[in-house]
T-cell receptor
Framework: GAVVSQHPSWVICKSGTSVKIECRSL??????MFWYRQFPKQSLMLMAT?????????EQGVEKDKFLINHASLTLSTLTVTSAHPEDSSFYIC??????????????FGPGTRLLVL | RKEVEQDPGPFNVPEGATVAFNCTYS??????FFWYRQDCRKEPKLLMS???SGNEDGRFTAQLNRASQYISLLIRDSKLSDSATYLC???????????FGAGTRLAVHP
């Protein structure tokens, strides 16, 4: 089955530093990847949609200059949390959509990255 | 109003029990519906799609009522391994994205 990896699986950083999270589709090509954030006991909230070779589309209320997304290839998207603050501590999950003609709603989720900002 | 509403639970049930979860959604244009399962500190995993005709997968039965904008999940003969959070999810074709409910927590005890 389709596999999506994320790296790192967890990260602890100091306030003010930047953190990069990678999302890779391992056995399929993904023109579209999605970045979600989940706070404890809350639902997954879509942050942005990342399209290969073009700018990401951000959801309302998500600062594009703070959450930098790059989708340079069909198998890799990165999310950089710039100048991270404690309130950015969360569970970040990516998902990827297979380009091979599957239904639009089919997404494969990565295992998530747990970020703790001190 | 939230787009997808679920009772957060927790539902505490003994092994072997039958338990039902409900979910309501506000956007009548929603196209596709799913139940996902999420274990603690893990990513969500697709459990099953939901169709108007109802569908069953082993001990799990899902039902969609478009007129009432209501989705249900029935779990029969609960196992300890069913303990997780169950997420009601819909696909909005207009917005081209999945929309997640906050989830209903299930705890199955011996």
């Amino acid at each position: 089955g389709a596999v999506v990896s994320q790296h790192p699986s967890w990260v602890i950083c100091k306030s003010g530093t930047s953190v990069k999270i990678e999302c890779r589709s391992l056995d399929f090509q993904a023109t579209t990847m999605f970045w979600y954030r989940q706070f404890p006991k809350q639902s997954l909230m879509l942050m942005a949609t990342s399209n290969e070779g073009s700018k990401a589309t951000y959801e309302q209320g998500v600062e594009k200059d703070k959450f930098l997304i790059n989708h340079a290839s069909l198998t890799l998207s990165t999310l950089t949390v710039t100048s991270a603050h404690p309130e950015d501590s969360s569970f970040y999950i990516c998902s990827a959509r297979d380009t091979s003609g599957r239904a639009l709603e089919t997404q494969y989720f990565g295992p998530g990255t747990r970020l703790l900002v001190l | 109003r939230k787009e997808v509403e679920q009772d957060p639970g927790p539902f505490n049930v003994p092994e072997g029990a039958t338990v039902a979860f409900n979910c309501t959604y506000s956007n009548s244009a929603s196209q596709s519906f799913f139940w996902y399962r999420q274990d603690c500190r893990k990513e969500p995993k697709l459990l099953m799609s939901v169709y108007s005709s109802g569908n069953e997968d082993g001990r799990f039965t899902a039902q969609l009522n478009r007129a009432s904008q209501y989705i249900s999940l029935l779990i029969r003969d609960s196992k300890l391994s069913d303990s997780a959070t169950y997420l009601c999810v819909l696909f909005s074709g207009g917005y081209n994205k999945l929309i997640f409910g906050a989830g209903t927590r299930l705890a199955v005890h011996p």
